[in-house]
C-alpha cells in the first residue's frame, strides 16, 4: 500500500503561484510514476501533469502546459507542481495519483492510489 499525502493547496488571485507538494508513504521502493488530476465542481474529472518515475520526465495537460512545472524528489519519494500565472479556470480540487504500471495509468485516471485531495482557489 501507498498513502499520498498532499499540502500547499489556497486561495490566490489570477496571475499568481501556487506550489503544490504530495509526498507518498508506504511501499514506494518500485518507484511509482506520480501525477496530478484536478476536479470542479460539476466537471469530470481532468489530468493535470504526470512524472514517469525513473527517467523524471514530465506530462502535461495542454491547458497547464507553459504554466505547471512537475518535479520530483527521489530521496522523500515525494513531487512537487509549480503552478504559475494561475487562472480562474484552475480552481478545482487537485489530487495526487500513484501507480506502480506505466504512467498511461496516470494520465487516464486509473490509478492504483490517490490523496484526499487539495482545495485550490483562482479568483478574478
Known amino acids: 500500500q501507498v498513502q499520498l499525502m498532499e499540502s500547499g493547496g489556497g486561495v490566490v488571485q489570477a496571475g499568481g503561484s501556487l506550489r503544490l507538494s504530495c509526498a507518498a508513504s508506504g511501499r514506494t521502493g518500485s518507484g511509482h510514476n506520480m501525477g496530478w488530476f484536478r476536479q470542479s465542481p460539476g466537471q469530470a474529472r481532468e489530468f493535470v501533469a504526470a512524472?514517469?518515475?525513473?527517467?523524471?520526465?514530465?506530462l502535461y495537460a495542454d491547458s497547464v502546459k507553459g504554466r505547471f512545472t512537475l518535479s520530483k524528489d527521489a530521496a522523500k519519494h515525494a513531487v512537487y507542481l509549480q503552478m504559475d500565472n494561475l487562472k480562474p479556470e484552475d480552481t478545482a480540487v487537485y489530487y495526487c495519483?500513484?501507480?506502480?504500471?506505466?504512467?498511461?495509468?496516470?494520465?487516464?485516471?486509473?490509478?492504483?492510489?490517490w490523496g484526499q485531495g487539495t482545495q485550490v482557489t483562482v479568483s478574478s
Open positions: 512524472i514517469i518515475w525513473d527517467r523524471g520526465t514530465s
Open positions: 495519483t500513484a501507480d506502480p504500471r506505466t504512467v498511461s495509468a496516470i494520465t487516464r485516471g486509473l490509478a492504483t492510489y
